[in-house]
């Protein structure tokens, strides 16, 4: 079956410091893939998504490339700020309109001034 | 938009009692989902609907939990008996049947069985 494989946090950076969560998956045909992020809280909400091959999704100085060839969408961002704080999450959507998303376990980011 | 409301947003209930978990979806949206989220199992898909109607229930842990949607603003997660192990935050998230399927999130339920 479908699976996301994430890398597990937490992880502690500095201000400013450079980020970049792993994420592989395992699927069938073509999925979509997601970033969703989740404030202290709150619910998930969407970060980036991709839909195909080779797509960077973005989003609030955040990317993510869709790489089919070695299956990974990691999460990069240049510069964190405190209010990046959070637990991040990848996902995927199996292709041909079937709804069942697949979450990762999540990665908790603690960001210090 | 409201987003997805879920209600209510926190519960304290003792062993053995029944709760109920409220959740009504973005306006317009085909699908609802129902996650629980603890520690140590991460983020669970327990059910999902589409236009009211159940798809797959195998997330659903055992017979004490139930489910429905009678109609397309308005699901109820069900809880009876409740045990301490239930104890979770509980989400709804709704989507639309078009697009990428992004999922909406509700701000979820707290639950405490004691």
């Known amino acids: 079956g479908d699976s996301v494989t994430q890398m597990e946090g937490p992880v502690t950076l500095s201000e400013e410091a450079f980020l970049t969560i792993n994420c592989t998956y395992t699927a069938t045909g073509y999925p979509s893939l997601f970033w969703y992020v989740q404030y202290p809280g709150e619910g998930l909400q969407l970060l980036l998504k991709?839909?195909?091959?080779?797509d960077k999704g973005s989003n609030k100085g955040f990317e993510a490339t869709y790489r089919k060839e070695t299956t990974s969408f990691h999460l990069e961002k240049g510069s964190v700020q405190v209010s990046d704080s959070a637990v991040y999450f990848c996902?995927?959507?199996?292709?041909?309109?079937?709804?069942?998303?697949?979450f990762g376990i999540g990665t908790k980011l603690q960001v210090i001034p | 938009d409201a987003g997805v409301i879920q209600s209510p947003r926190h519960e304290v209930t003792e062993m053995g009692q029944e709760v109920t978990l409220r959740c009504k979806p973005i306006?317009?949206?085909?699908?609802l989902f129902w996650y629980r989220q603890t520690m140590m199992r991460g983020l669970e898909l327990l059910i999902y609907?589409?236009?009211?109607?159940?798809?797959?229930d195998s997330g659903m842990p055992e017979d004490r939990f139930s489910a429905k949607m009678p109609n397309a603003s308005f699901s109820t997660l069900k809880i009876q008996p409740s045990e301490p192990r239930d104890s979770a935050v509980y989400f709804c998230?709704?989507?639309?049947?078009?697009?990428?399927?992004?999922?909406?999130f509700g701000p979820g339920t707290r639950l405490t069985v004691l």
């Open positions: 991709a839909t195909k091959a080779d």
């Open positions: 306006s317009g949206h085909d699908y």
């Open positions: 996902a995927l959507n199996p292709s041909g309109g079937y709804q069942k998303v697949t």
């Open positions: 609907f589409n236009n009211n109607v159940p798809i797959d």
């Open positions: 998230a709704s989507s639309l049947a078009t697009g990428y399927n992004e999922q909406f």
